[in-house]
């Protein structure tokens, strides 16, 4: 790997409080539309679970009660 790929631009990095990023979110996620949070949210499931958990079938489980 090229050393020039591992290097840090250091002029992107801005330091800011947790907070500040917390309301950031909340205004973000407010004007977000739903199609922008249904696509987020399929995203992160592919990360976590593969995509088969996005593009499977839900599994049915059929249970038979028998009454008295």
Do not use: N, P
Not at 38 to 44: D, E, F, G, K
Not at 51 to 65: D, F, I, N, P, S
């Amino acid at each position: 790997m090229e050393k020039s790929a591992l290097h840090i631009d250091k002029s992107h990095i801005i330091i800011v409080h947790r907070d500040v990023l917390d309301k950031h979110d909340v205004e973000y996620w407010k004007k977000a539309t739903i199609a922008e949070k249904l696509q987020t949210i399929t995203y992160l499931r592919e990360c976590f679970y593969g995509e088969e958990a996005t593009t499977g079938r839900l599994q049915r489980v059929h249970k038979m009660l028998k009454l008295k």
